[in-house]
């Protein structure tokens, strides 16, 4: 069983549109994260939920609204896509006390035309 | 703040030869370190860590040292594969803080 999946894999859309990627992971975690990698692949973090509490919110601008029905999923929703919106978001999850070894799910390629 | 700082790439290497991809850190306190690995279409996966000054970190014939005086995690392997193309991260965490990655080293290795 994947421990952290994300879906859709792959999402192409136009500019003004509204998407969502969801995540859900099966390893009991309490922490859960977003992040964004560019094309050079620096890795960014947006969002970052404990136990279905945000705790970080990075500088991410508010057309992007994360969701977290359970301590298991936290789904990204994002509003009015801009051309600066493409990008792999992976989702990850671990635990507070031992947040060092985060489980990555295996990205959602999204790709605004 | 906590920052990682890691060479350039892509580093371009022939299967195997020797592989050192520099990492050095500013961190407040003690951080704990560690090696990610992210394989072609995949997700980050934890390649190794060190939590305290000279801890040495090693998995599948990867080995880095936790060197506090120069601050630095080298990342090391004395004989690369074609099968360890992929983008390798340094980062840090300091106690319950999110972890903090550096910009990412791509790893060409060609036969």
């Known amino acids: 069983d994947t421990a952290v999946s994300q879906t859709p894999k792959y999402l192409v859309t136009q500019m003004g549109n509204d998407k969502s990627i969801k995540c859900e992971q099966n390893l009991g975690h309490d922490t859960m994260y977003w992040y964004k990698q560019d094309s050079k692949k620096f890795l960014k973090i947006m969002f970052s939920?404990?136990?279905?509490?945000?705790?970080i919110n990075e500088t991410v601008p508010n057309r992007f609204s994360p969701k977290s029905p359970d301590k298991a999923h936290l789904n990204l929703h994002i509003n009015s896509l801009e051309l600066g919106d493409s990008a792999v978001y992976f989702c990850?999850?671990?635990?507070?006390?031992?947040?060092?070894?985060?489980?990555f799910g295996s990205g959602t390629q999204l790709s605004v035309l | 703040g906590d920052s990682v700082t890691q060479m350039e790439g892509p580093v371009t290497l022939s299967e195997e030869a020797f592989l050192t991809i520099n990492c050095t850190y500013t961190?407040?306190?003690?951080?704990?370190l560690f090696w990610y690995v992210q394989y072609p279409g995949e997700g980050l996966q934890l390649l190794l860590k060190?939590?305290?000054?000279?801890d040495k970190g090693s998995n599948k014939g990867f080995e880095a040292t936790y060197r506090k005086e120069t601050t630095s995690f080298h990342l090391e392997k004395g004989s690369v594969q074609v099968s360890d193309s992929a983008v390798y991260f340094c980062a840090l965490t300091t106690g319950y803080s999110t972890l903090t990655f550096g910009k990412g080293t791509m790893l060409l290795v060609s036969p």
């Open positions: 060190a939590t305290k000054a000279d």
């Open positions: 939920y404990n136990n279905k509490e945000l705790i």
């Open positions: 961190a407040t306190g003690y951080p704990s």
């Open positions: 990850a999850s671990g635990t507070p006390k031992n947040n060092e070894k985060l489980f």
